[in-house]
Structure formats: C-alpha cells, structure tokens
C-alpha cells in the first residue's frame, strides 16, 4: 500500500499525481513484475484550500521475487508548488505463509518442526503430519487461541513430546489429528487451557509423571477424552470432558488427583479407572468405573455430582458466582460443580450467567 499525504498551506491547489517504481514510471495494470495494480495510477487533488488534506492511497499486489527491495515515488504536478516528486519509499516482499506459525522473535516454527524455544502461535494452521514437536525442556508453546488442524490420519499428533520436562503447552484449539496433545515419558509439564476436540483421542499421556493438566476441554473424541497409561502423580484439575466413547481413562496409573472435572455424556464410561489408588473430588459424572470421589458413601462408586443437575437459583448463588469471577474463590471451592451456576450452558461461568440468574430471581418474586 502507498499513500501520498498533501496539506495545502495558502492559496487553492490543483495537484496531479503520478505513482510509479523507480527508473520505470508508472505501475502496470496488468500482471507483471515486480507489482502491478487494478487502480488507474493518476490521482486528482483539486481546489485545496488553507489546511485542508489530501490523501490518495494505491494498493498492489507482489509478483516480484520474495526477499527483494523495490523503490517507489510520486510525482506530482502543481503550478503552486517547487517540487515536482515526492521522496522515495522502499517496499520489500515477503512471503506471508513463511510467517504463519510459532513465532519466538527471531525464529518462525511452522508444522513439521522440532521446537526448541519458547513461542507465540500468530494464525491458523492446517497440517498433515504431526505438526509440533516438543524439543526442549522449559519452553512455553502458547497456541495464543489459534487452531492446528489435521487430515486424520493415524500416527500424526498435534503436539509431541517425548522424555521432555517442565514445559507448559497452553491456549492451543487442536483438532482431527490422531493424538491431539501426546506427552511420553515426559514430566513437571503444565497443559492447560486447550481445546482438543474431534480427534481419535485427546490429551494422552505414557509413562509420564507430575504432570498438570488444567481447563483443557476435549470433546467428540473417537475414543477418549484423557488417557493415562502407566503414568502416576499427576494433577487433572478443572477439565472438561464430554461426548467422547471414554471420557478420562486411567489404565495401569497410580496418585493421580482428580478434582473438579466435568466429565459427561460419554458413550461407554464418562471415568474408568483400574483402582491404582487415585483420588479427588468434586467431580461431575454419571458412569463410572471402579472409580470414587472421597465424598462419595462407603462402597458406592461414581463421581459425587451428577451430570444432569439443578441450576442456580437463589441470591447466595449469585453471590458465590461473583466470588468465583473476581478470583476470590477458586473453581474447585465453590458449593456446587460447574454446570450448576453455568445458566446457558456454554461451559464457562460468566457475567451473563449471573445476570441470568438474577432475571430469574426477579421473575419469580
């Protein structure tokens, strides 16, 4: 894009500009190299007055070689004015999808690659093959709310990580892969704040130890939402987990802390566990097996809130729901589970389910 910006400082001015690149004048109109543009190239700035602006801006499209620098200039024409050409602009191509993907400032990450550094996502990215891997331990991958999406075929993850520590992988949306998130022998990682839906399977994790996984959702996943295989001490914390054929599936996994999942709607079991002696609390499910919150009776098996559940309804609701959302109370803290104070069912407790709630309180008195 350039622009020519001209402000009149007395008299009325008749202006007539050119556009061109440098040593070839004006820019073609049909394709050609290095630009060329669909806008007739003159432009008319007439009967100015005292401080008044004009601006003409000319768009063109990059035929040119990518990496390359290219001068332009406007000329311009003016029985008022001593200069007849403007200074000169430099204007370089770039290849825009050589930017897309996890940039760390002086090095671009895109699908295929081996992450060493820490990085930011900055678009959206389709892939079919496993598009990170995870190379090094304390780095931060942050997804930054973009997408990775995958052709589903087997064998391909979104993200991979195999005998690394300490890493936090967050914000991501991962979607059709065979393993959206797969951590192996790796531990001390922090997942969280991921969606990973429409994959065979969800968040995995083999022979990895003291992991956290927290707010992650993965939904309609082929077969599970959360697997746990050999893999022991970890935290699952606040996830959601619906519409999979198992939700979370712990096999051959011992010390794992489960709070304050939402875990529904599951086509076979919504947790499976093996009895390896996990535990937690204040989860929301309907089928279990051999699994059981620390509230729940002596001998009775399943989570300790039911999937389909009251909604909030009273004033002291209300009140805790503004705790949660100021940060004074934690999630896990609150009276009831989640879907309890989320009114519109979208997974999230916000303003709108509060003032909802309220609404209804009035309604009824």
């Known amino acids: 894009q350039i622009e020519v910006n001209e402000t009149s400082y007395g008299n009325s001015y008749y202006f007539y500009y050119l556009t061109g690149e440098f040593g070839k004048g004006i820019i073609p109109m049909n394709n050609g190299t290095p630009f060329y543009t669909i806008n007739s190239n003159p432009q008319i700035c007439s009967n100015m007055h005292e401080n008044q602006t004009c601006n003409k801006t ?25 200069n007849s050409q403007t200074g000169k602009v ?101 997942i969280t704040n991921n969606t990973v839906n429409s994959n065979s399977r969800g968040i995995r994790l083999d022979y990895s130890s003291n992991n956290t996984l927290t707010k ?11 697997y746990l295989e050999s893999s022991n001490n970890n935290t699952i914390i606040n996830n959601t987990a619906n519409s999979n054929d198992y939700g979370i599936d712990l096999s051959y996994s011992s010390n794992n802390n489960l709070n304050s999942n ?71 803290n609150l009276t009831y589970p989640k879907a309890y104070y989320d009114l519109n069912n979208d997974e999230v407790i916000t303003l709108f389910d509060v003032f909802a709630l309220i609404d209804n309180i009035a309604t009824s008195n």
Not at 172 to 181: E, L, Q, T
């Open 90 to 190: 430099n204007i370089t191509i770039i290849n825009q999808s050589a930017h897309c993907g996890c940039d760390n400032g002086t090095y671009n990450y895109t699908c295929g690659e081996t992450l060493m550094k820490s990085c930011v996502m900055n678009c959206n990215i389709t892939y079919n093959s496993t598009c990170f891997t995870v190379g090094a331990n304390n780095i931060t991958i942050n997804g930054n709310g973009y997408s990775i999406t995958g052709n589903g075929d087997l064998g391909h993850n979104g993200i991979y990580a195999n005998g690394k520590n300490k890493a936090i992988i967050k914000n991501f949306n991962i979607y059709n892969f065979s393993y959206g998130i797969y951590m192996s022998s790796s531990n001390n990682n922090f």
């Open 262 to 332: 939402f875990v529904c709607g599951n086509i076979n079991l919504d947790i499976n566990s093996n009895n390896w002696q996990s535990s937690g609390d204040n989860n929301t499910c309907d089928k279990a097996n051999k699994w059981k919150d620390s509230n729940i009776t002596t001998g009775a098996i399943g989570c300790k809130w039911k999937c389909q559940i009251n909604k909030a309804n009273d004033i002291f609701d209300a009140v805790e729901m503004l705790e949660y959302l100021s940060g004074e109370k934690e999630l896990e």
């Open 58 to 82: 000319w768009q063109v499209n990059a035929t040119g070689a990518v990496g390359k620098t290219w001068e332009f200039f406007t000329i311009f024409n003016s029985t008022l004015a001593g």
């Open 216 to 226: 992650n959702t993965a939904n309609n996943n082929t077969y599970y939402g959360f």
